[in-house]
Every structure is written in C-alpha cells, then in structure tokens.
C-alpha cells in the first residue's frame, strides 16, 4: 500500500518511539509531500528516513493547483492534510492521518479503504511480529502522554 502521510501521524510516530518499526511493515510504501515534511519541522526521525529511501520526497509539481486550492476551500484542512488528500486524489495512494476532519475528508473523496491511522499501523506491526502488543500500547501511550489527539483504547485493544 502507498501511503501519503500527514505531520500529526508522523510526529505521533515519533512520540511513540515506533517511527522505525512502522517503517519497516511490509506491503507499505512511505511517502510525504514538501508541505508535510515543512509542518514536521526538525523532526530528525523523518529526514534521516527520506535519506535513507526509507520515505519517498513526493513532488508537489505532480498536483494541480487547483486541485491542491479546491481540496483546501471544501475542507478547511491544513496544508499537509491538504496536500496528502491531493496526491491521493491525483496518485492513488492511500492516506494516514490521524486528524478527525482530515480522516472524514478521506473518507468522502477517496475512500475508507485507502485511511490509516498511527493506531491501525500499531495494530499491524502487532500482526507482522514487528513488536508485541505490549508494546504497542506503551507507544499509544507514549503518544497520548505527548498531546496526540487518538480515541481511547485498552490493551486488550492491541491484542
């Protein structure tokens, strides 16, 4: 699955101390836009991930003005979201976002099928082997305990 993803996803990655394991489920194409890795700031997790061709930089020269301008009128959302909304639009990729209107933006231009969220991409590394599910509601926590925005979950929830 190729994914364009949003600052709030990758910065809860981070948070959650599982940026790498989430790199590396297999079946997932990383991608980013110039307008999300901006919003991520100095986050180093993401720039040593695009030099390494863990991430793959996305040209904003690939979107429409007006579709990018459209996309932003209809929703209101941020420039990321905005700009990952347009390449699905525009590519076919799927999303990850972990913002509730973004999600709902998702959901009625291109689809559920093609949304992801920090908590479903824990959820597959549970499911790959890549850490246990101990594990990954430490970094759930680890994610609310540094601002992030996610529903409420248990344990048992990551099992």
Same mark, same amino acid.
């Given at each position: 699955?190729?994914?364009?993803?949003?600052?709030?996803?990758?910065?809860?990655?981070?948070?959650?101390?599982?940026?790498?394991?989430?790199?590396?489920?297999?079946?997932?194409?990383?991608?980013?836009?110039?307008?999300?890795?901006?919003?991520?700031?100095?986050?180093?997790?993401?720039?040593?991930?695009?030099?390494?061709?863990?991430?793959?930089?996305? /040209?904003?020269?690939?979107?429409?003005?007006?579709?990018?301008?459209?996309?932003?009128?209809?929703?209101?959302?941020?420039?990321?979201?905005?700009?990952?909304?347009?390449?699905?639009?525009?590519?076919?990729? +799927?999303?990850?976002?972990?913002?509730?209107?973004?999600?709902?933006?998702?959901?009625?231009?291109?689809?559920?099928?093609?949304?992801?969220?920090?908590?479903?991409?824990?959820?597959?590394?549970?499911?790959?082997?890549?850490?246990?599910?101990?594990?990954?509601?430490?970094?759930?926590?680890?994610?609310? +305990?540094?601002?992030?925005?996610?529903?409420?979950?248990?344990?048992? /929830?990551?099992?």
């Amino acid at each position: 699955m190729k994914l364009a993803t949003d600052a709030c996803s990758l910065i809860n990655l981070d948070s959650g101390g599982v940026f790498a394991n989430v790199l590396n489920l297999p079946g997932f194409e990383w991608n980013v836009g110039p307008l999300v890795v901006q919003e991520c700031g100095a986050l180093q997790a993401l720039q040593d991930a695009i030099d390494a061709q863990k991430i793959v930089l996305l /040209d904003d020269g690939l979107l429409g003005v007006e579709t990018f301008m459209s996309l932003r009128r209809k929703y209101r959302l941020g420039p990321g979201e905005t700009e990952c909304i347009a390449f699905a639009t525009t590519l076919g990729v +799927a999303v990850c976002t972990d913002d509730r209107r973004a999600r709902e933006a998702v959901v009625a231009e291109i689809g559920a099928t093609r949304l992801v969220g920090t908590i479903g991409l824990l959820k597959r590394c549970v499911m790959s082997g890549i850490m246990t599910s101990s594990a990954a509601f430490e970094a759930y926590g680890r994610m609310l +305990a540094a601002g992030a925005f996610l529903p409420a979950m248990t344990a048992a /929830d990551f099992a």
